[in-house]
C-alpha cells in the first residue's frame, strides 16, 4: 500500500529539521499536556466504568437516596440491601453461587488434564489426520451454542442425565470450552522442546508421566489462560443453564437472577444489592489474577 | 525381569494417555459433532415434541425461510447489532488504547478498570442497564430532574431507540476487550520505530496513520473477528434487556432460534433457522478474517 517513493516523498515534505538535529528537550507546556492527559484519561474512564460505579454505590444505599441522586457516594452506607438479598426465602444469592461454583470448578478441573492430555498426545503425532481433528476442534470456537442446545438435551435425556448438573457438566466438557483449552495447549506445546521428550522417553517415562510430570509444568502459563477464561466464561454462562437444567433443579448465579429478578424491578436498593453480591466474585478474582488475565488473551491474540 | 516390568509399566502409561486423549475426542463427538449432525438431520424434517411422529419432509423448512418476515427481520436486526456494534467497539477500543498506553500507575488503575464489564456476566450488565435505561429508570429520572426531557424517552420501549440502547451496552462489553487487545498490539509495536519517526519529524495523525495503524493489523484482525462472532451469537445482554421486544423489533437471529425451538415447539424449523445462523457465521468469520489477513500482509 504505502509505496517507498511515497514515503520519502512525505518525509521531503515533513523533514524541515534534519535527522542530526537532537531531539527536543522536554518543555514546560509538554508537562501541562502530560498531566492534561491523564486528566482526559480518567474523564473517558470514568464515564465508561459509570455503570459499575452505580452498582457499587446504590448497593450501599436506602431506595430514595439512589433515586433522588443515584450518583452520590453512598453515605452514610447502609447493609440494609445486602442483608435483604442475603436472607430472602428463596436463597437466591447463597444457592446461586454455590451451584455456580460447583459447575464451574468440576467442569474446569475436567477440561484441564482431557484438553491438555489431548492436546500432549496430538502434538507429538504429525500427517493430516491430525491436522483435520485440529480444524474440527477449532470450528467448535465459532459454533452459536443455540445451534447445538436442543440435540445436546436430547442426548442427555438419551443417557438419562437430562435437566441435571452431571448432565450440564458433560454437555461443558465436550463443547466449544473443550476446543478453547486444547486451542490454548496446542500453541504452547509447540514450544516444547522435543529433546526432552525424548529423553525422558530413553529413560523409561511412559506417556502419561512424560505428560504430567515435565510437560504439565512447562505449560503452566497455558494452563493458567485455560482455568481463568473457562472458569469465567461457565460462572457466567446463561443459555446452557437455562435449558439443560430447566426451571426445577435449582438455579446457577446467572438464571437464578434472571428467572427471579422481575418482580424486584422497581426497588433498586434491592436490586442493586442482588447485583453487587452476584458479580463481586468474579471482579475479585479478576483483581487478584489480572497478570495472568491480561497475559493470556495478549498471548492468544498474538496467534 | 525388572525390564520387563518397567515395559510393562510404561505401557500401561502409553494407554493411559491415548486413553485421555479419546476420552476428550469422544466427549466433543458426542457433545458437538452429534449435536450438529442431529440438527442438522432434525432441519429435513417437522420435528416437533407435542408430535408422535416426525416425516422427512425435504427441503420444506429451508423455502419456508424465504418466506418468513419474522426470520427477516431478525437477520437484518443481527446483522446491523453485529456490524454496529464491531465498529464502534473497534474504534472505541483503539482509542482508549491509546490514551491508556502509559506505564504509570494512574493509567495501569485505568487500564485494570477498562476490561471489568467483561467480568461480569451478560445477566448481571444487562440488569444494570435496564435500571438506567427503563422507562422510569435512572436516566430518565436524571433527563427530566435537569430539565433535558419533559417526559421520559422509551429507552427500551420503541423499536430504533432499542435497537440503539442494545448496541450500546454491547459496545460498553466488546470494548473491554478490544481495549486491551489493541493495547497488546500497541506493545508490541518496536520502540525503535517510533524513534525513528520522532527523527523524522512524523507525528500526531501522520504518524498514526503511517506507523501505529498499520502496526495494529493483526490486532485488528482478532478483536474484529471475535467482536462480530460474539454478537451473532448474543443471548443473554438482549434476552434480559428486552427479550426480543417490543414486537419483536430487537429478537436476533439466535433469539429467534430459542423461541421457535422451546416455545413454538417447532423443532425442525429452528434446527434449519439454527444451519442457517451457523451459516451466516462461517461466512462472516472466514471472510472477514480473510480480508483482514490479506490487508495485514500488503501493509
Known amino acids: 500500500m504505502t509505496t517507498t517513493s511515497r514515503d520519502t516523498r512525505d518525509r521531503q515534505a515533513v523533514g524541515g529539521r534534519s535527522a542530526l538535529t537532537p531531539p527536543p528537550q522536554p518543555r514546560p507546556r509538554q508537562r501541562i499536556t502530560t498531566r492534561a492527559r491523564v486528566l482526559v484519561a480518567a474523564a473517558v474512564t470514568l464515564v465508561f466504568v459509570a455503570p459499575i460505579y452505580l452498582m457499587l454505590v446504590n448497593a450501599f444505599k436506602p431506595q430514595d437516596k439512589i433515586l433522588a441522586n443515584p450518583l452520590a457516594l453512598p453515605w452514610p452506607p447502609t447493609l440494609d440491601n445486602l442483608t435483604k438479598a442475603l436472607s430472602r426465602p428463596d436463597n437466591l444469592i447463597p444457592l446461586g453461587l454455590r451451584n455456580s461454583l460447583i459447575v464451574a470448578v468440576i467442569s474446569v478441573a475436567l477440561i484441564v488434564p482431557l484438553g491438555s492430555a489431548f492436546s500432549f498426545y496430538i502434538s507429538r503425532r504429525s500427517g493430516r489426520v491430525k491436522a483435520i481433528i485440529l480444524v474440527a476442534l477449532s470450528a467448535g470456537l465459532m459454533i452459536p451454542p443455540q445451534v447445538t442446545l436442543l440435540p445436546t438435551i436430547r442426548i442427555l435425556t438419551w443417557i438419562g442425565l437430562d435437566h441435571s448438573y452431571p448432565g450440564l457438566i458433560l454437555a461443558n466438557l465436550g463443547g466449544g470450552y473443550l476446543s478453547f483449552a486444547v486451542f490454548v495447549y496446542v500453541g504452547f506445546m509447540r514450544s516444547v522442546p522435543d529433546e526432552i521428550i525424548q529423553a525422558a522417553r530413553l ?8 505428560w504430567w510430570q515435565i510437560v504439565m ?18 460462572w457466567n454462562d446463561f443459555l446452557n443453564p437455562l435449558f439443560i437444567l430447566g426451571p426445577l433443579q435449582g438455579q446457577t448465579i446467572t438464571t437464578g437472577l434472571y428467572l427471579t429478578i422481575g418482580q424486584y424491578s422497581v426497588d433498586y436498593g434491592q436490586l442493586f444489592g442482588i447485583m453487587f453480591l452476584a458479580g463481586v466474585l468474579p471482579v475479585i478474582g479478576y483483581l487478584t489474577v489480572q497478570k495472568q488475565f491480561v497475559a493470556g488473551l495478549t498471548s492468544g491474540s498474538a496467534k | 525381569m525388572e525390564d520387563r516390568r ?7 502409561g502409553e494407554r493411559g494417555l491415548a486413553l485421555l486423549a479419546a476420552l476428550a475426542l469422544g466427549l466433543y463427538v458426542v457433545f458437538l459433532v452429534l449435536p450438529l449432525l442431529l440438527s442438522l438431520r432434525s432441519s429435513f424434517t417437522n420435528e416437533n415434541p407435542l408430535k408422535a411422529q416426525n416425516d422427512f419432509i425435504g427441503f420444506a423448512n429451508y423455502t419456508e425461510m424465504a418466506g418468513d418476515d419474522q426470520l427477516k427481520a431478525s ?9 454496529g456494534v464491531t465498529i464502534a467497539a473497534n474504534a472505541l477500543g483503539v482509542g482508549f488504547a491509546l490514551l491508556l498506553n502509559r506505564t504509570s500507575l494512574s493509567y495501569r488503575v485505568m487500564r485494570t478498570v477498562a476490561f471489568l464489564p467483561q467480568v461480569l456476566s451478560g445477566v448481571i450488565v444487562a440488569f444494570v ?46 470494548s ?8 497488546a498490539a500497541l506493545q508490541s509495536i518496536p520502540l525503535e520505530l517510533h524513534d525513528m519517526a520522532s527523527l523524522d519529524g512524523v507525528r500526531g495523525t501522520q504518524r498514526f496513520r503511517k506507523i501505529t495503524w498499520p502496526m495494529l493489523a493483526p490486532g485488528t484482525t482478532i478483536s474484529v473477528t471475535i467482536s462480530l462472532i460474539t454478537v451473532l451469537k448474543l443471548y443473554d445482554i438482549i434476552t434480559v434487556l428486552t427479550g426480543g421486544g ?3 423489533s430487537t429478537q436476533s437471529t439466535a433469539l429467534y432460534i430459542v423461541k421457535l425451538a422451546f416455545t413454538s415447539d417447532r423443532v425442525g424449523y429452528a434446527s434449519a433457522v ?14 472477514v478474517t480473510g480480508v483482514l489477513r490479506r490487508r495485514e500482509v500488503s501493509l
Open chain 1, 203 to 210: 529413560d523409561g517415562a511412559s506417556g502419561l508421566r512424560i
Open chain 1, 217 to 234: 509444568p512447562l505449560v503452566r502459563p497455558a494452563t493458567a489462560t485455560v482455568v481463568i477464561f473457562l472458569t469465567l466464561w461457565i
Open chain 2, 6 to 12: 518397567a515395559v510393562r509399566k510404561r505401557n500401561s
Open chain 2, 75 to 83: 437477520l437484518t436486526f443481527t446483522l446491523i447489532l453485529a456490524f
Open chain 2, 129 to 174: 442497564w435496564q435500571t438506567i435505561l427503563t422507562q422510569n429508570g435512572l436516566l430518565n429520572t436524571a433527563l427530566v430532574k435537569i430539565g433535558l426531557l419533559d417526559e421520559p424517552y422509551p429507552w427500551l420501549g420503541s423499536p430504533h431507540a432499542a435497537l440503539f440502547s442494545i448496541g450500546l451496552v454491547v459496545t460498553w462489553v466488546m
Open chain 2, 176 to 183: 473491554g476487550f478490544t481495549t486491551v487487545v489493541y493495547l
Open chain 2, 246 to 248: 417490543p414486537a419483536n
Open chain 2, 274 to 287: 439454527a444451519m442457517l445462523l451457523l451459516g451466516l457465521s462461517a461466512l462472516v468469520a472466514l471472510t
